[in-house]
């Protein structure tokens, strides 16, 4: 192996940066030579190619965002898209491709590796945390904590009006980022999309919890859950309790990565690396049990990532 090309796809999180150091500094210890891609697969499509040294990386561990930028690309995942990156690698000398992304980018990686001879890797990174076959993702944590820091601040004021919030979070169709949240801001309800619900019940909650001494309310809700500006105007007139709709929309995706992003980056990046020196292809660095492991794109692609619904139980449990 002489040169692995990086590419950051889809949406941005953070902790990404420190995987690109991550990989470019592993790489170099192998003597292998590491470019990047610009604005995600649009970069192997048009040739737009950024060196990447040890030097060069310095100083991005504690950054949000990608150097690399990123970009949701649809040319792509046409043969003419995938012929154009074929090119690209092949012109660059590239023999691994390492893919920083979720689960679409590796869904578009997993049909590009069979396309094209150079050996591919993937490194989980999304805030979504949906990604099948590892615990968690590069920049989970950091969404979390970011949820966190601001549903604390709202909860001030909410207390201090008596009044019941809905707080939306991100998560796309999922509810691992609002399921963490909720249950660390001892929100006294968690709505996400894996688990229906009826409008009524909530109202029912609310009541009982005013009824128990309980002024105010947060409720995490995942984006997915659909419209929660008509949540918060069905509670509030079902309930006659004050409701506000806070969205947290795009902070969640920035600021800088927390230790366990970080964490969770240098590891990935060190094992994308090792994957391809040793020969391996098609595989995407995961976290099983506390160790580091190897998932293939076919198994996490064509895989559903089960949100563990005791969560919420416990959560409603503590929020008594
Ligand atoms: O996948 C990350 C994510 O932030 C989701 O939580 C959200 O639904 C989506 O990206 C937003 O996408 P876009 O940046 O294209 O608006």
Same mark, same amino acid.
């Given at each position: 192996m002489r040169t692995i090309g990086v590419v950051t796809s889809g949406g941005d999180a953070p902790g990404m940066n420190a995987a690109i150091r991550a990989i470019v500094r592993v790489a170099q210890a192998h003597g292998i030579a590491v470019i990047g891609f610009e604005r995600g697969w649009e970069g192997l499509i048009y040739d737009n190619v950024m060196s990447l040294t040890p030097r060069s990386v310095s100083?991005?561990?504690?950054?949000? /965002? @990608?150097?690399?930028r990123t970009s949701r690309n649809?040319?792509?995942?046409?043969d003419e898209g995938m012929q154009k990156a074929s090119v690209t690698l092949a012109n660059n000398k590239v023999d691994g491709l390492i893919v920083i992304g979720g689960d679409g980018s590796f869904r578009a990686a997993h049909e590009f590796s069979k396309k094209t001879d150079t050996r591919i890797a993937g490194i989980p990174a999304t805030i979504?945390?949906?990604?099948? /076959? @590892?615990?968690e993702t590069i920049g989970f944590d950091t969404a979390v904590n970011t949820g966190v820091t601001e549903i604390d601040k709202i909860r001030d004021t909410a207390t201090s009006l008596d009044r019941v919030f809905i707080v939306e979070v991100m998560g796309r169709t999922r509810g691992f980022l609002a399921a963490m949240i909720g249950l660390t801001v001892g929100a006294e309800i968690i709505l996400v999309p894996e688990v229906k619900f009826q409008p009524e019940e909530v109202c029912d909650t609310i009541l009982k919890n005013s009824a128990a001494g309980k002024k105010s309310g947060i409720i995490v809700a995942a984006?997915?859950?659909?419209?929660t500006h008509a949540l918060a105007k069905e509670i509030q007139e079902h309930t006659r309790i004050e409701t506000r709709l806070s969205v947290l929309g795009?902070?969640?995706?920035?600021g800088h990565p927390t230790a366990r992003s970080r964490f969770l980056a240098s590891v990935f990046g060190k094992a994308a690396v090792e994957f391809l020196a040793d020969g391996?292809?098609?595989l995407i660095a995961a976290l099983q049990h506390g160790k580091v492991t190897g998932i293939s794109f076919d198994e996490s692609c064509c895989k559903s990532k089960e949100l563990d619904l005791r969560l919420l139980k416990l959560a409603r449990e503590l929020s008594k």
């Amino acid at each position: 192996m002489r040169t692995i090309g990086v590419v950051t796809s889809g949406g941005d999180a953070p902790g990404m940066n420190a995987a690109i150091r991550a990989i470019v500094r592993v790489a170099q210890a192998h003597g292998i030579a590491v470019i990047g891609f610009e604005r995600g697969w649009e970069g192997l499509i048009y040739d737009n190619v950024m060196s990447l040294t040890p030097r060069s990386v310095s100083g991005i561990i504690q950054q949000g /965002g @990608t150097i690399l930028r990123t970009s949701r690309n649809k040319e792509f995942m046409t043969d003419e898209g995938m012929q154009k990156a074929s090119v690209t690698l092949a012109n660059n000398k590239v023999d691994g491709l390492i893919v920083i992304g979720g689960d679409g980018s590796f869904r578009a990686a997993h049909e590009f590796s069979k396309k094209t001879d150079t050996r591919i890797a993937g490194i989980p990174a999304t805030i979504d945390n949906d990604v099948y /076959g @590892t615990d968690e993702t590069i920049g989970f944590d950091t969404a979390v904590n970011t949820g966190v820091t601001e549903i604390d601040k709202i909860r001030d004021t909410a207390t201090s009006l008596d009044r019941v919030f809905i707080v939306e979070v991100m998560g796309r169709t999922r509810g691992f980022l609002a399921a963490m949240i909720g249950l660390t801001v001892g929100a006294e309800i968690i709505l996400v999309p894996e688990v229906k619900f009826q409008p009524e019940e909530v109202c029912d909650t609310i009541l009982k919890n005013s009824a128990a001494g309980k002024k105010s309310g947060i409720i995490v809700a995942a984006e997915g859950i659909g419209d929660t500006h008509a949540l918060a105007k069905e509670i509030q007139e079902h309930t006659r309790i004050e409701t506000r709709l806070s969205v947290l929309g795009y902070a969640q995706r920035g600021g800088h990565p927390t230790a366990r992003s970080r964490f969770l980056a240098s590891v990935f990046g060190k094992a994308a690396v090792e994957f391809l020196a040793d020969g391996k292809e098609n595989l995407i660095a995961a976290l099983q049990h506390g160790k580091v492991t190897g998932i293939s794109f076919d198994e996490s692609c064509c895989k559903s990532k089960e949100l563990d619904l005791r969560l919420l139980k416990l959560a409603r449990e503590l929020s008594k």
